[in-house]
Nanobody
Framework: QVQLEESGGGSVEAGGSLTLSCSAS????????MAWFRQAPGQEREEVAR???????TYTDSVRGRFFIAKDNAKNTVSLQMNTLKLEDTAMYYC?????????????????WGQGTQVTVPS
């Protein structure tokens, strides 16, 4: 049974930094593409960052250059380092994972999700 568990959320002043961590169990992180999503109240869930099967990372425009995703296959974790946080980064952050498929790699169809961790940047 694959489980994802996030940690590291909290409240941080604008301009500050926070690092989220997601621990995977039941499957090796090396066989996964992993991603971070977020959802603010009243808004749709959006993909913030993801690791790709070719080893590259992808970021949504609003966080590129401020957020950094890193997968540690040895520790079975994926982290999201968030710098220069803004009010609009306030959201529930979710870890998601997709098993890599032979020849295809990953398609963005995430089958596994964590429960989420709240990040708040107070006004």
């Amino acid at each position: 049974q694959v489980q994802l568990e996030e940690s590291g959320g909290g409240s941080v002043e604008a301009g500050g930094s926070l690092t989220l961590s997601c621990s995977a169990s039941g499957i090796r992180a090396s066989s996964l593409c992993m991603a971070w999503f977020r959802q603010a109240p009243g808004q749709e869930r959006e993909e913030v960052a993801r690791t790709n099967h070719d080893g590259t990372n992808t970021y949504t425009d609003s966080v590129r250059g401020r957020f950094f995703i890193a997968k540690d296959n040895a520790k079975n974790t994926v982290s999201l380092q968030m710098n220069t946080l803004k009010l609009e980064d306030t959201a529930m952050y979710y870890c998601a994972a997709e098993a890599k498929r032979p020849l295809i790699g990953c398609t963005g169809d995430y089958a596994f999700w964590g429960q989420g961790t709240q990040v708040t940047v107070p006004s």
